[in-house]
């Protein structure tokens, strides 16, 4: 029964990986050579995070909302998910309504990532969930391969939008096929949340940094997403190139699960991923960019497992959904922070790129010294450095909350204040009508 549950998740992931192939990788292309600047993608993006982010806080606090009928919640959310992201073609022209659906888009694959994982979880446990991660992994890159070449040759082929719209029309029928191999896949109806259950401490700083770490990559991976296109496009580079980079990272991501193999390799896959990442600025060539997106996409599969073999390592004090969502809310993480920088900061795309190496540089620092499994000091100082970072962390999200919330009292006051001295004058200027007369 096992092995039939890994055989219908792998296909899961195989079908869905030609959707997200083509509907993910297309996206930011498809923007760019529609006319839209580096900033007003992000401005794009920024929404959809934010939104992300606001999924999954609800779902972190409020668990029950995905610990019910679970197995009817996936299939639900993972078909609709389908529909919205079918409809972003069609938006093209009308920037405003492109940033409120691709919100939706985007926030919706919080739920659906969880929900997964989830599905994940309650069947294996850390050896089997590393082993059909890595198989999922692999099936989903090799489908991306034939989903990249699909939207490479119908780029190429067929004139923007009737490219665009070819893609996703496929995209949407395929995808389509990873929801049905859901319907037979055994998930409990109801998943029971770990309650009031007290987390080491070490376990407790691990879990925060870990994180950290694959939020600081993410950022850095969605910064480098958003600015390659632009990038590309400033080189003269035609649209199908910055479609293949996809294509080059879904074959990178065929091999990297099978390359990294524990917590070492784990971390020169990162290693090897800041260097690729800083050498995308410096090659004029646009063909060669194709390579880097290779090498980009293989090393970058080690972070992935790095965090998942953590995770899945401590899923039951964690809970099921709370591991679930570390797992999948990072890359909501990334994606804010990446379009906040992109927004705000710059738009333009070199300088996107230094920002990008600089946050990959900041999650090797931490995996150099506050990760036990990938340190390289003696475990009291990765202790110690485990302690700053944590502290450090839920001191920075304390302030934030604590700011976001006074901020919001004192708008609503000043709303109050304004409505009741315009009310005022309202009533002042009616009395004086009335002595007036």
């Not at 080189?235 to 980079?245: E, F, K, R």
């Not at 990272?249 to 260097?275: F, M, V």
């Not at 795309?349 to 010294?369: D, E, H, K, W």
Request: glycine share 4%; aromatic share 14%; proline share 4%.
């Amino acid at each position: 029964m096992k092995d039939f549950g890994k055989l219908l998740m792998v296909l899961e992931a195989f079908f869905g990986g030609f959707y997200v192939a083509v509907s993910r990788n297309l996206f930011v292309p498809m923007l760019a050579y529609s006319g839209y600047s580096l900033q007003l993608i992000s401005y794009v993006t920024l929404a959809a995070a934010i939104l992300s982010i606001i999924a999954s806080y609800l779902i972190y606090n409020y668990p029950k909302i995905v610990e019910s009928r679970t197995k009817l919640k996936l299939i639900l959310f993972h078909a609709i998910e389908r529909f919205i992201w079918f409809s972003l073609p069609f938006m093209l022209d009308s920037p405003n309504f492109m940033i409120a659906v691709y919100a939706i888009a985007q926030a919706i694959t919080i739920p659906v990532g969880v929900l997964v994982t989830i599905a994940m979880f309650t069947q294996y446990q850390e050896t089997d969930f590393v082993d059909l991660t890595i198989k999922r992994t692999a099936a989903s890159s090799a489908a991306s391969i034939l989903g990249m070449l699909f939207s490479t040759y119908t780029s190429a082929e067929l004139p923007a939008p009737q490219s665009y719209f070819a893609a996703y029309s496929t995209a949407l029928l395929v995808g389509v096929f990873s929801t049905v191999t859901l319907i037979p896949y055994n998930i409990s109806s109801e998943i029971k949340s770990i309650q009031n259950q007290t987390i080491p401490e070490e376990v407790e700083f691990k879990k925060i940094n870990t994180f950290v770490l694959f939020a600081f990559m993410m950022v850095g991976g969605n910064i480098l997403g958003l600015s390659w296109s632009p990038l590309l496009k400033n080189l003269n580079a035609p649209v199908y190139i910055a479609v293949g980079l996809s294509l080059a990272g879904s074959i990178g991501g065929t091999i990297g699960p099978y390359l990294w193999k524990g917590y070492r390799q784990y971390l020169l896959a990162i290693i090897l991923n800041i260097i690729t990442t800083t050498s995308v600025m410096f090659i004029p060539l646009p063909e060669i960019h194709l390579i880097l997106s290779f090498l980009a996409s293989m090393t970058f599969l080690g972070v992935n497992l790095l965090a998942t073999s953590i995770y899945s390592r401590y899923v039951k004090v964690f809970g099921i959904v709370k591991a679930s969502m570390f797992l999948t809310s990072a890359n909501a993480v990334g994606l804010l922070v990446a379009s906040f920088i992109t927004c705000f900061i710059t738009s333009e795309p070199t300088i996107a790129i230094v920002f990008s190496t600089i946050f990959r540089l900041l999650a090797l620092l931490l995996a150099l010294f506050a990760i036990p499994e990938t340190a390289v000091v003696q475990p009291s100082t990765t202790y110690e450095f485990s302690r700053i970072i944590y502290s450090s962390s839920v001191l920075g999200y304390t302030f934030t909350v604590t700011a976001s919330k006074n901020m919001i009292k004192f708008m609503i006051e000043i709303l109050a204040l304004t409505f009741l001295i315009s009310f005022l004058y309202f009533i002042y200027r009616i009395a004086e009508l009335i002595v007036g007369v």
